[in-house]
């Protein structure tokens, strides 16, 4: 599979290409500085059954897929992937979280590159299957439609879809501190280092998420957990 958009910066610069705004920078400086303790939230122990469970459910999806992951961050859900899959094109924006998923996921059949989720790469012949995990509840609801949309472009039709990210659980989730006229909720997270930081947390219920993938998507279905939810379909 021959993979195009594949650059240091993975920015895609044709007319109408989808790249990040300023307003999204904050989150990517956020994530650079969060590398080296990202994978803490993983060990939460009022989660782990819900990971497990997950970790179960997830690879069965991707059976012999060429995939696309975007925003892999360290690579912990690639981990889960990359024994199925026949190969992964591994995408994220920040080359720190990468350094650390090509160090834990054997690269036989997996390809890190940085890159742009609002820019996804495009393979050829086109990927029939996709990946996200903990992103979406970062798109700004009103680019949701439009980073789907960019996704579904690169993917052939009927490719499998699976989107992963968290539910809102009072005493487990850290609290919404802000919400903005866009119906967009903020976080404020504290890093090892003392710097806090504002993040962009979106919470969508399973109607908004059915809602999202209206027309760009068939079988769209929600499975839910105690703290995560899945949102998978086909591409159309």
């Known amino acids: 599979m ?3 958009n594949d650059g240091d910066n993975g920015a895609d610069h044709r007319p109408g290409a989808l790249d990040m705004t300023a ?7 956020y994530y650079a500085a969060r590398a080296a303790e990202y994978d803490r939230i993983y060990e939460k122990p009022e989660r782990q059954p819900d990971l497990r469970q997950i970790e179960a459910w997830l690879p069965p999806h991707f059976v012999g897929t060429h995939m696309l992951e975007l925003a892999c ?6 981990r889960f992937l990359a024994p199925v899959a026949a190969c992964v094109l591994a995408v994220d924006i920040a080359p720190e979280t990468l350094a650390i998923a090509r160090g834990r996921v054997p690269q036989d059949t997996v390809r890190f590159s940085v890159g742009d989720a609002y820019a996804p790469p495009r393979a050829e012949p086109a990927f029939d ?7 979406l509840s970062h798109v700004p609801r009103r680019r949701q439609r439009e980073f789907l949309s960019g996704l579904g472009s690169v993917l052939k039709p009927g490719a499998r879809v699976v989107l992963l990210d968290n539910r809102f659980v009072p005493g487990s989730s850290s609290p919404i501190t802000e919400e903005d006229a866009e119906g967009d909720s903020f976080q404020t997270r504290l890093l090892a280092d003392g710097t806090a930081h504002r993040v962009l947390k979106n919470f969508p219920s399973e109607a908004q998420l059915l809602a999202m993938v209206e027309g760009l998507g068939t079988d769209a279905a929600v499975t839910n957990w105690t703290h995560y939810w899945a949102l998978s379909y086909r591409s159309v």
């Open 2 to 4: 021959s993979v195009t």
């Open 23 to 29: 307003r999204d920078i904050p989150l990517q400086s």
């Open 73 to 78: 961050g360290t690579g912990h859900w690639t």
């Open 129 to 135: 299957a996709a990946f996200a995990g903990f992103w």
